[in-house]
């Protein structure tokens, strides 16, 4: 299985009925492919929209239904829309239950930067510090590593999104938490050793007694 | 209220001019509007808005054409071109949390002197600005934002400007409709007063100095 | 012609086409009697309607369609609707061109009480402070004395509703501005001499060369 | 979202609850809930309004009933037994300007701390609150707003409970439903989902923990 296959899948496992959840671009955009049959999730897009359904056919598209990277969407029955200020009092209000973002590096006590690379990527942070300061629930979906080298680490040496730490990381290795406020590995990929999850972490992890097998 | 020329509207917009624009990626943005002030040229813009959408789209236009001396937005990172003017000293980029945008704009708009959010704090963004404890929980106090002009899209307005946005071409359009000092507005349909019910006007006539006639 | 008539027809003449107004209960809700044929203006209700229009005959009331005070109104063609989030930004973000308000006293300098006397009536504020903080011009309708005195004063007595001077007075005996901080006589009522208007008022009024007596 | 019986949604309140409420002079107020919390009977209830309506009128009901121990609203004047409560000390009264009290409770429903508000500056409102200088103009700090619950009526309510608000029956409704720990809804109508047009959903169907059905 690929590695993106791998996080949205294992994420997907996360969502529960009537959440309201918000996905990022990239890896988290791909979550929504691997909702339950029959679970009734509310899928936020911050542009405006809650109800986001897939891809509309060819001719059925409309310029103003758009997903927060400006490409065209449907919409579900039961979907609303609203303005940037709600869109934003929803996020930031605690009532997104659960948002799934990419990461650049995270920290042992999961610390978040996602943002920039000074000097080298400045996009903006758009809706990433609220997201991560608001939500209930934050799940990091990345890589593990990027070009070999760890993305979680002891600490950040980006600048960080959100002083809040997030509450899971979802890698194509391994999930980790942050009980009491420290990189705790929960579960491996089928394949994967929790030696070899520790080799491609930086941050020192602690190991629970028993590491269950990811169920995808 | 009045009803105005597309090239009439662009007219009225001075070098220098701070503008907040309606979209998202261009969706909901005044297009013809921004063709024209594109076609007229101006110089030393400062744009506020929440991105500047893509090369040859919307406010993307604006930055191609040389004409945005600051830029106030949350996302630049699909407009390598606002990127490079940026990097290259050109344009000023001032970066704001997309939550931290819209309620600085609303702020401005709705006599507010800002709000205080948890958003920012302790990153980057805290830089320059005075925190604040409430109950024991730490915000910073962002301070209320307004421009010269605002240049909102609608898909419907009523001959008097009530408007009414489709989907997500609403965005940042009905705030930045009260936190400017003069209104001007593109429609994709002008239609008779009554067509839009009451429950469904989003931004009352009231707000509106302008309106783009679609001759 | 009656006190309130002279106030509400002097008050009208202060309309402009296009005008966003609010009008407090009493008095000035008589002013939308006078509106001058075919000037467009509009007419905020503060609980969350532009396009205020008269009582509906017999069996046209909806519940759903009121003034601040719960009573029946229609609404115009071309009316809005919202929340009252959006109808305090309108007040206090300086869109409504104008409110016309009661005063129980206003000082020499413009200062407004009108929402509290102490142990006796404690109705709250409702929209009294936003209103005279927020709107580009006050204008307040009232009554030259009450039981014989004078509610023009020297200084309010009462609790001020803002540190905001308002714009004008009108009573059914004069008009009173407030150029440079001072209370200025600039109209009496037809039938009223100006030491009759300074003889009812505490506070010292300007007295230009010129008093025109108020247009109805 | 669960639908509920009036009689359960009622059984939720606990004694010494607070209760934002919708509604503005008894128009947009959950009545049915309001009549069923007055049979059921509670003690010392929080009330968080616009007003308190009339005696036999929506909170006003409560009042009578004497099962509330404090209000928070702006405007007590058309309800005497209200003001009678608190000059003899039965009730506490926290009167706020009314553009304050929405403010302050959005701010509670939209994760911010508070508001910089220039109403009540020099005032009695004044008193106990920070003031902070913003660009040379004063403001009053005034803090979030939240409560245990909101109850909240609607014009229409779809199956899932997207909610819809009929003309001025909307206003504090669409807030405090945002600003409470449980969201409890009455709708005129029940309806079936996609009837409401998503441009005229005003209060998403995720903000809602109950729906109470019209049996």
Chains 1, 3 share one sequence.
Request: proline residues 6%.
């Amino acid at each position: 299985m690929e590695a993106q296959t791998i996080i949205a899948k294992r994420i997907a496992r996360e969502l529960r009925p009537g959440m309201l959840v918000n996905l990022g671009i990239g890896i988290p955009t791909l979550v929504a492919n691997y909702v339950p049959d029959g679970l009734n999730v509310y899928f936020q897009s911050e542009n405006g929209l809650i109800g986001t359904g897939p891809i509309p056919e060819e001719g059925m598209m409309h310029p103003t239904l758009t997903d927060a990277g400006g490409r065209p969407v449907s919409a579900l029955p039961g979907a609303c829309t609203f303005d940037s200020a709600m869109s934003f009092g929803l996020i930031r209000g605690g009532h997104v239950d659960m948002t799934v973002l990419g990461g650049l590096q995270v920290d042992a006590k999961g610390l978040l930067a996602n943002w920039m690379i000074p000097g080298k990527m400045v996009p903006g942070m758009g809706g990433a510090m609220d997201l991560v300061t608001g939500a209930k629930r934050v799940i990091i979906a990345m890589q593990h590593t990027a070009k070999g080298k760890p993305k979680i680490l002891e600490k950040c040496s980006l600048p960080l999104t959100s002083v809040r730490p997030v509450d899971l990381i979802v890698t194509e290795m391994a999930v980790i938490s942050f009980p009491e406020g420290r990189a705790t590995l929960l579960e491996t990929a089928p394949g994967v050793s929790v030696q070899q999850v520790i080799d491609a972490t930086e941050a020192r992890l602690a190991i629970p007694g028993t590491i269950p097998d990811m169920c995808l | 209220m009045k009803t105005i020329s597309v090239k009439e509207a662009a007219a009225l917009i001075p070098d220098g001019a701070s503008l907040m624009i309606g979209g998202f990626m261009g969706v909901g943005t005044p297009e013809r509007l921004i063709d024209e002030i594109v076609r007229q040229g101006r110089r030393d813009l400062t744009v506020i808005a929440n991105d500047t959408a893509a090369p040859g789209r919307g406010i993307g236009k604006l930055v191609t054409a040389g004409l945005v001396r600051k830029t106030i937005a949350s996302h630049i990172g699909l407009n390598p071109e606002t990127q490079q003017q940026m990097l290259a000293g050109k344009m000023e980029v001032d970066l704001v949390p997309q939550g931290t945008l819209i309620e600085r704009i609303r702020a401005g708009g709705f006599g507010l002197g800002g709000i205080l959010t948890p958003t920012g704090v302790g990153t980057v963004v805290e830089e320059g600005k005075r925190r604040i404890d409430v109950d024991g929980k730490t915000y910073l106090i962002e301070i209320a934002l307004r421009a010269d002009f605002a240049l909102v899209n609608a898909f419907l307005a009523d001959y008097r400007g009530n408007l009414y946005y489709a989907l997500t071409a609403r965005n940042f359009n009905p705030v930045i409709a009260m936190a400017a000092d003069t209104v001007i507005v593109t429609a994709d349909n002008v239609v008779p007063v009554g067509v839009i019910a009451p429950d469904h006007v989003v931004t009352p006539a009231a707000l509106i100095d302008y309106l783009v006639t679609n001759a």
